[in-house]
């Protein structure tokens, strides 16, 4: 059933056409294509640089949660909730908002850690939380009979925040790692995701990349001066950066961390930094959504 579900999600969630590895162009100068005003978008390239699974982290103390969670998990890829989730973000129809209750320790709650800044799977519009992750939250709480209080704070600090009992799990499209393992039990995982490179629509460099490897090779050709900007404590900083555990060699190019993947690409497009590595659901979410306001 995941395996369906993924593949079903990653020919969704491809966007733009197939772009590749080939002429070389400098992606900090010149207008974009296809746009009629010459004002500059962005597009992403549509292949996958890394295969990863998100799960959420529950408190390590916890252990009848965690079998409460991955008994959730289950039940709604089964029975098609999941799908239909997900089809609200990826198969145009309509997001539901979930709201968060405040904290009281008096009250029998389900406390939430997330960073709010990763659409489709999580963010904000005025008090209300939307996404993937945030509707999944909802029907588990509803589940357990519990009050939904959502924490919203910076992505480092998520995991660390549900280690030091301060919450009871994370949600916040967490990849599956050793690291965060210190901190949460990882629940079933329950999506299969991966990194993608955004780039300037007039940046041609990459249009005969066929592949990753064809793709890392040209990001392999960078310089030090070369800047490429990350979400904060995501895999594609691993990914950049490199790191033994996660198997990344790294890019010879500064690696340069954002908030938010959304404050990447902005940045991209002011001609800061020469291209962004994020997860491909929130590159194609934030890309579609800057270039409609450019």
């Known amino acids: 059933m995941k395996k369906k579900l993924a593949l079903g999600l990653a020919l969704i969630l491809a966007c733009g056409t197939l772009a590749g590895?080939?002429?070389?162009?400098?992606?900090?100068?010149?207008?974009?294509?296809?746009?009629?005003?010459?004002?500059?978008?962005?597009?992403?390239?549509?292949?996958?640089?890394?295969?990863?699974?998100?799960?959420?982290?529950v408190d390590k103390n916890q252990p009848e949660l965690l079998d409460q969670v991955n008994g959730?998990?289950?039940?709604?890829?089964?029975?098609?909730?999941?799908?239909?989730?997900?089809?609200?973000?990826?198969?145009g129809g309509e997001p539901e908002a979930v709201e968060s209750a405040e904290l009281d320790s008096s009250k029998d709650q389900l406390v939430v850690a997330t960073n709010a800044a990763f659409e489709p799977f999580e963010y904000?519009?005025?008090?209300?939380?939307?996404?993937?992750?945030?509707?999944?939250?909802?029907?588990l709480a509803e589940e357990l009979g519990q009050e939904l209080v959502?924490?919203?704070?910076?992505?480092d600090a998520v995991c660390l925040s549900v280690g030091q009992q301060k919450c009871d799990i994370a949600m916040a499209g967490l990849t599956i790692n050793e690291e965060r393992e210190e901190y949460v039990t990882f629940s079933d995982p329950y999506y299969q995701a991966s990194q993608?490179?955004?780039?300037?629509?007039?940046?041609?460099?990459?249009d005969d990349c066929e592949d990753a490897d064809a793709?890392?090779?040209?990001?392999?050709?960078?310089?030090?001066?070369?800047?490429?900007?990350?979400?904060?404590?995501?895999?594609?900083?691993?990914?950049v950066e490199g790191d033994e555990e996660w198997g990344f060699d790294g890019l010879p190019a500064e690696c340069v961390p954002y908030k938010s993947g959304s404050l990447a690409?902005?940045?991209?497009?002011?001609?800061?930094?020469?291209?962004?590595?994020?997860?491909?659901?929130?590159?194609?979410?934030?890309?579609e959504a800057i270039n409609e306001m450019q």
């Open 21 to 57: 590895c080939g002429g070389s162009s400098d992606s900090s100068e010149g207008s974009s294509e296809g746009s009629g005003d010459g004002s500059v978008t962005a597009k992403v390239i549509d292949i996958d640089l890394t295969s990863e699974e998100y799960a959420f982290g």
């Open 72 to 91: 959730f998990i289950a039940k709604i890829q089964e029975d098609g909730t999941f799908d239909e989730i997900c089809d609200k973000y990826f198969g």
């Open 124 to 139: 904000t519009k005025g008090d209300q939380y939307y996404g993937i992750d945030m509707e999944i939250a909802a029907l």
């Open 150 to 155: 959502i924490q919203n704070m910076d992505f």
């Open 196 to 206: 993608r490179l955004v780039v300037r629509s007039d940046d041609s460099a990459f």
């Open 215 to 239: 793709v890392a090779a040209k990001l392999g050709e960078l310089e030090s001066s070369d800047k490429i900007g990350v979400q904060q404590g995501t895999t594609g900083q691993y990914y």
């Open 265 to 287: 690409v902005q940045d991209l497009l002011n001609g800061n930094i020469q291209y962004v590595i994020i997860d491909a659901a929130p590159a194609a979410a934030i890309t």
